[in-house]
T-cell receptor
Framework: SQTIHQWPATLVQPVGSPLSLECTVE??????LYWYRQAAGRGLQLLFY??????ISSEVPQNLSASRPQDRQFILSSKKLLLSDSGFYLC???????????FGPGTRLLVL | DAKTTQPPSMDCAEGRAANLPCNHS???????VYWYRQIHSQGPQYIIH???NNETNEMASLIITEDRKSSTLILPHATLRDTAVYYC??????????????FGKGTHLIIQP
């Protein structure tokens, strides 16, 4: 069966520090991968999606970036965190050509 | 994607069936109804989806009205672990998934012991 992992589960970082969040998927090949952010009390915001290795599409301008160095690995990064980057970061995957998305457990990021 | 309307909150007694309604009166012919839920502090979880026929899986049943303007998610024997926010969304099928999901405010279902 397929599983999706995210780490770390929680993170407290100072403003201006770098960020690296990792997401890996097991049990499937060539998935579509997604990074979302969910701010407190608000809905999901799609940040990036990827349909293959090295293929990244960005949905909103921000100081975050994403990379997909391997088929089932998706990384969210920042060189300098802002206070507004605080939130719940969710990775998800889907089978290409289908609409159902499966989410990871999320990383709760607090920037102070 | 068509807009959906859900009640903001509902209560249900443990062991009873929880029936969560969703209105999607502007749904078009190629749009599916999807249900996800989000338990506090966890990632959203896919539950079920359907086009026009009723669907059932190990988690829930989905009843879609004949005119497709509304649907009901049924959790047959609710447990305390089913307390969560339930999201009903409508999406065009087979777009390849290369875009994001948009959740509304959903229904906060509270299962009472």
């Amino acid at each position: 069966s397929q599983t999706i992992h995210q780490w770390p589960a929680t993170l407290v970082q100072p403003v201006g520090s770098p960020l690296s969040l990792e997401c890996t998927v097991e049990g499937t090949s060539n998935p579509n991968l997604y990074w979302y952010r969910q701010a407190a009390g608000r809905g999901l915001q799609l940040l990036f999606y990827s349909v293959g290795i090295g293929q990244i599409s960005s949905e909103v301008p921000q100081n975050l970036s994403a990379s997909r160095p391997q088929d089932r690995q998706f990384i969210l990064s920042s060189k300098k965190l802002l206070l507004s980057d605080s939130g719940f970061y969710l990775c998800a995957w889907s089978v290409p050509g289908t609409e159902t998305q499966y989410f990871g457990p999320g990383t709760r990021l607090l920037v102070l | 994607d068509a807009k959906t309307t859900q009640p903001p909150s509902m209560d249900c007694a443990e062991g009873r069936a929880a029936n969560l309604p969703c209105n999607h009166s502007t749904i078009s012919g190629n749009e599916y109804v999807y249900w996800y839920r989000q338990i506090h502090s966890q990632g959203p979880q896919y539950i079920i989806h359907g086009l026009k026929n009723n669907e059932t899986n190990e988690m829930a049943s989905l009843i879609i009205t004949e005119d497709r303007k509304s649907s009901t998610l049924i959790l047959p024997h609710a447990t305390l672990r089913d307390t969560a926010v339930y999201y009903c969304i409508v999406r065009v099928g087979l777009r390849g998934g290369a875009d994001g999901l948009t959740f509304g405010k959903g229904t906060h279902l509270i299962i009472q012991p």
